[in-house]
């Protein structure tokens, strides 16, 4: 099954620059998200990926760049627009063209035609799709060849919420076949179901990569919340382990850079009394929005600068400057 691994990556349009050193790996067997604020440069981060813009760095599956392969459907599956097919021709015709391209029997044709729920329409003519068959019908184009690798952009756009949920379905499925699957989107809280891994970018700058968990455990506004009256004999005891206790509006504490578990022990072992030990962790939406809100190209539609010198380099610290 086929690592992907991008290395480099870089493009400018008319002297401003769109991706910037972008460095980032897709392992196989998992789904792999790809976040970052509008015009953050994910469309062209995955155009230099297949190799259909020209510009800097490299990206191979299993150490072969796509433009090297032979028969590339059968390695590498991808859509990156809705309804990129000839609107007169029959949607089977247009997978058939496409099948006999890469040496792909009719018989997968017909597969992955009932695998996106379109078999009852292989006669018609996209043309007269809707936005979300017309997906399905770029879905079964990037399976055709039954390829180790998946690379879609906002694969669920136009779906209905039914349709979302068999696409969300679908893409674990596959990436539980050992596949790598690489997709962006815009919908965080079906990204939060979806993915196991992140690549978050803003204005062309890798912000964080790694496990989806680590990126929100590592949010600030997860945080243990801790209700005693014994805050005083606890207090001292969460602060000699390293942890940060803050009183909230709601008379409880927040408390940040420590597990729940080492909060209940230390609390047993000082006498002090819990009202309450719990763990409100932040949502995707929420760490989000705290790592990118800085990159955004526009804000309130005004055009922003980036901030600098903002973060570190690291899993979860660098922070973009340019779109």
Do not use: C
């Not at 050193?21 to 976040?35: C, I, K, M, N, Y």
């Not at 879609?152 to 596959?174: C, F, M, S, V, Y």
């Amino acid at each position: 099954m086929a690592v992907i691994e991008a290395t480099g990556l870089g493009k400018s349009y008319g002297g401003k620059a769109a991706v910037i050193d972008l460095a980032f790996r897709v392992e196989p067997g998992s789904v792999t998200g790809f976040l970052g604020p509008n015009g953050s440069g994910k469309s062209t981060t995955m155009r230099l990926m297949l190799g259909l813009d020209n510009g800097d760095g490299r990206t191979t599956f299993d150490g072969v760049p796509f433009r090297s392969m032979k028969d590339p459907m059968r390695h590498v599956g991808a859509l990156l627009e809705a309804k990129a097919f000839h609107p007169t021709r029959k949607a089977r015709n247009h997978l058939r063209l496409l099948a006999a391209a890469n040496g792909i029997p009719d018989t997968r044709v017909d597969e992955v035609l009932a695998m996106v729920g379109l078999h009852s329409v292989t006669s018609a003519k996209p043309k007269g799709f809707s936005l979300g068959m017309g997906q399905r019908l770029g879905i079964a184009a990037a399976l055709l060849g039954d390829p180790h690798a998946l690379i879609l952009d906002e694969p669920a756009n136009g779906l209905d919420p039914q349709g979302i949920t068999w696409l969300r379905n679908l893409l674990k499925q596959l990436a539980g076949e050992g596949r790598s699957v690489f997709v962006s989107s815009h919908l965080l809280s079906e990204m939060a179901l979806l993915a196991d891994q992140i690549v978050i970018i803003g204005r062309g700058r890798l912000i964080a990569s790694g496990a989806m968990s680590d990126f929100i455990t590592s949010n600030a506004r997860t945080a243990v919340i801790v209700r005693s009256p014994d805050m005083a004999l606890l207090g001292p005891a969460l602060a000699a382990r390293g942890a940060d206790a803050q009183h909230s509006d709601e008379g409880a504490y927040d408390v940040t850079g420590i597990e729940q578990s080492v909060v209940g022990d230390l609390a047993h072992e000082v006498g002090a009394r819990l009202h309450e030990l719990s763990t409100r962790r932040a949502t995707l939406e929420e760490a989000f929005l705290d790592a990118t809100g800085m990159s955004e190209e526009f804000i309130g539609g005004v055009q922003q600068r980036a901030p600098t010198g903002q973060g570190s380099p690291g899993d979860y610290g660098q922070q973009g400057e340019h779109r």
